[in-house]
């Protein structure tokens, strides 16, 4: 099933989807694709300023109860459709950070919609279990018309949790307790009295001082284990304690790739023996290697499949568990179901993460030998929500249906190639173009970073920003070339306005 | 509105709930009230050996892909109501352990079906918002008609999170915040270029090591920080890695209550000494104190208001937040909306967590210098789940319409009196009967309780247990009186069959 996901080359929308709707006639449609939502706006539209009156009074009023500085906009789901995402004021934009990378089938979605009508869904809502001692009859049977049927090659078994920050930290204490197992020699071995006492005082053997291993610039979430793994900025970690772990380098690339070839891997080999040193070194040993696809939060930050294929020789050699956190690369954006389908590697890694486009979270895994040796080791009341594995098995689906991943590594290229056009014609505002091959996973550096973003809702589009100076584009997965055109114009009139 | 709630003394439920259905003729329901659940069954049915030989079979199947081994029972819970859990045997047992205490309304409950078919829901569902950047315009709403209505005393501020884990680490981070920010001498205060560039090395001063007070026996989560606060038992915590953070001894009482006055008065003072010591002299300074009500997963450890009283006057005395872990004891079991409305306290908790029977969950505060001082310190994708949301809407209104709190309240004192009497009849199998005037959140210690919890499936009802020795009970809010009829009846099978 999987494979059908990984593997699909044709792109089944067209024949599929409904006849286009009564177009305007506005000649942004030039890309001849039909929509995927044919009642979605033909263009953007900007009715005031943003934010509107309208928007104001209700985000003041929203403040009364509910912290607002970091408020972006307001939004009007009800009016929100495909690609456009709606305000109290009447705008509309185009989205093109879709939730922080979050919602992949669009707004309104009608097979999501269908999906919330099931007696399932119902089921799954009023009647929450208790998933690891009361799961409903039919879990086994949506973990594999859904979350499972998506799993990375290699990996037949999950572990569901609720966010992003709980599915890699579940994954963190997996490792540390298969770490501690092959230490002890096996699964059978048995506590000893020491190790069970000196846990209950958080001290050593029990809680032993172990580490998981990321990267500079790297984000995997805001709790205390995932935070203490995240390197973006110091303003999502100051002042919270941490634990005492390792950060390698991760490979600053220089672009255009082509020119800098030798350069390239030169950088990646360093860091690649950084972080083999650190594994070999590090005072509180090192029992996994986290790592993101592409750095997302810390400023889209790319390295080649060699690097990634180096880190997973690196992680089986040393004995060391080799986690890749897809929250945000997974489900299609990069031209593959996962980011690291990009890698060929000979041995897929020992757990990958997800959330984000899932609209649900946990782990996969392959190797049985990391589910723990005891029941109740990993365990929480609900481990997951059912509800948010069915609305991720309908996402499932409608990527198939629809083709999706396919899709965007078509739009992908098309829309890196017009942004390759503007950075030709606008060096001084596109530094760095990177995500060539990666769907629509697409990101540059502009010395006007964040004026950029807060011109773009007045030309009408929502765009994100991530690390210290780049613009991300995370478009949906139902994102279309027609879609494309209106961004590649709308980034030339921000550019005009600067 | 949150009054209403807690002071609700009128039990309104019998004039509303539909006319009792051809009842059966058993003799079990004496006590004349009518059933909240009128197509509830009126007694336990046991048709096979439990697990069944579909249960069996489906486990077996589910092992594939999920880890089974904390496995309690498969459910099939289109065939479960009220207070009945269905398996896929045909046998419906009396469920008084509710999904780990978070089934507050019964199964199928209407009014909650009702909610998940409103548009509100289905928007939730299908657009699922980052609630910090782009929250829906209705969000503030969904807020007040809901998680605020419901708000302890002297709160009304809401940070909203997934679970009881990220509710209680994001208190915990909103503590360090403030913990640190009154060092630096208030919110204007700009970190430090040293604070900044040492927490991306997870070192100080940046990543201070500040830590949170917790007591032995506590429960408060799995996650890494959560974690470091658990206390409960040994295969909860070993080979995690954990923060140096200290532990007080919480109060072990002597029961009855009444013959141990001055001794469990003493027991009090030396456990609010140890506190405050600890607060004083514990090397990494104390942000926090974190405690539970009444220890549920720890054993249903009881404390008295006095010794609540003391904790607060401590904390205040010496500027450490006082944190209440409502996850488990919050909507209703006890008798009052939140256990801690029996302390009297003269001044709110600072925070107060809730997950579970909310279904949703967050941490409650009421002081604004809570809110940290800058956006982005507290954050992630999606803070919470607007659907959730709504949920915990559902059941408070259903609480507001049957007045739930005041009928577990009386519902509590007559299924007490019935232990009581048991107790004395068999006092070999009940020590430490506590829950005196907690509604429903009973417990007592027996010295087979393992077999115990193992037979109660066979004559009917599903029991859970917590600590070393502790039977718990956990029954619904929608638990009646003649449900404990049924339940005392049962226990008292049990005893016989050990």
Redesign the interface.
Known sequence: MASVLRSSTKLRAAARVPAVRALSTTTRLRAAEKPFFPNEPSAPSVQTAIPGPKSKA?AD??N???????????????Q?VGNY?A??DGNKLLDVYA??A??PVG???PH??E???S?E???A??????L??????D??NI??TGV?KAAPKGM????TA?????AN?TA??AA??Y???LQRGGPEVE?TEE???S?????GP??????ILSFKSAFH??????L?TT?SK????????????P?ASFPSLKYPLEDHVQENAAEEKRCLEEVERLIKEFH?PVAAVMVEPIQSEGGDNHASPAFFQGLREITKRTNVLFIVDEVQTGIGATGKFWAHDHWNLQTPPDMVTF??KA?TAGYYFGNPAL??N?????????MG?P??AL?YRGIIEEVERLGLVEHTRITGEYLYSGLERLAQKYPDHFQNLRGKGQGTFIAWDTPHRDQFLAKAKSVGVNIGGSGAAAVRLRPMLVFQKHHADILLESIEKIIKLL
């Open positions: 209700a009023d929203l009364e109860v509910f912290d607002v500085r970091s408020l972006n906009m307001l939004a009007d789901y009800s929100s995402i305000d109290l939730q922080i979050s919602i707004y309104n979605n999501l919609k999906a919330t009508q007696p869904m119902i089921n809502l009023i009647n929450r279990p208790a690891g001692n009361f799961p409903s009859a879990w086994a973990l594999r499972l037949n078994q999950v572990f609720m966010a992003g920050s709980d930290e963190y204490k540390f307790m770490y501690r197992q506590f190790e069970l006492q846990t209950m005082n958080n001290e029990g809680s032993p001082q172990l580490s979430g805001r709790l205390f284990g995932s203490s390197r110091a303003i999502h970690k100051i002042d919270i304690p941490a634990f005492d772990w950060q509180n959330s984000k609209q589910r723990p005891k029941p109740y080791r990993q365990f929480n009341t609900w929500d509800a948010r609305i």
